[in-house]
């Protein structure tokens, strides 16, 4: 079985590339953000695993973009279609080369960031299926 340190290290090394820092001011972050005052960054972090049938596993990965709300107090959905479109193209291109690790984005949505205000944030659910 893969941990979730084995799912985050490839996510990870998937998304902190150029096509996504450069979008972001504030980096790609395991689990939480360090430092979230830098306007644009993306976490990723796991929700509870199932160990599946052998030989494949299955278990969602969460990538969260965020970014400053406009002045007004509307989300910056420019910023965060932006960086929602290089991880989707990204994971498309990772599944056009890979065979044993398959990523999905099953939903979307975005919501206001309660533990920092004046911050949205576009959250991807993504689905993954890996040999184990």
Known sequence: MKSSFDILDRVYKLLNVTQ??????????????KNTSNGKYITINTIPQNAGDYPLQEGVVIVNAYARDHEDGTPDESSLRSMSDAVMTLIEAHNATSEYFALSVSSDNIYPDDSNPGVSYLSLRVNYIIEK
């Open 20 to 33: 996504i820092t450069s979008l972001i001011t504030g980096g790609v972050w395991r689990r939480q953000a």
